[in-house]
């Protein structure tokens, strides 16, 4: 069974910078995207950032790019999401995923595996 915990969260001014990992097991990866997404307040959870473990290929929200970058460790079986320029509309719940198959990469939907979540929040 695939279990997947992310850590990392924390409170942040703006401007500022957190790592979040997520570390993932009980599966064979390879064939897998590894996504993050958030969730607000009143709002639905949305994409952020996904990386495909075979070949690295990364996707990202419009509002993230040039901020965040999502990476793996292989070795680790880990995914991280380094954030900089942290902004208060980053201010949610950050949670890590998995699926295989990288069709529809942005429908939270699409991914089975959750990890339990990690507040980011971000102050002005």
């Known amino acids: 069974q695939v279990q997947l915990v992310d850590s990392g969260g924390g409170l942040v001014q703006a401007g500022g910078s957190l790592r979040l990992s997520c570390a993932a097991s009980?599966?064979?990866?390879?064939?897998?995207?590894m996504g993050w997404f958030r969730q607000a307040p009143g709002k639905e959870r949305e994409f952020v950032a996904t990386?495909?473990?075979?070949?690295?290929?990364?996707y990202y929200e419009d509002s993230v790019k040039g901020r965040f970058t999502i990476s793996r460790d292989n070795a680790k079986n880990a995914v991280y999401l380094q954030m900089n320029s942290l902004k208060p509309e980053d201010t949610a719940v950050y949670y890590c995923?998995?699926?295989?198959?990288?069709?529809?990469?942005?429908?939270?939907?699409?991914?089975?595996?959750w990890g339990q979540g990690t507040q980011v929040t971000v102050s002005s």
């Open positions: 995923a998995a699926r295989v198959g990288v069709y529809d990469y942005r429908s939270s939907l699409r991914y089975p595996y």
């Open positions: 990386i495909a473990w075979s070949d690295g290929t990364t």
């Open positions: 009980g599966g064979t990866f390879n064939s897998y995207i």
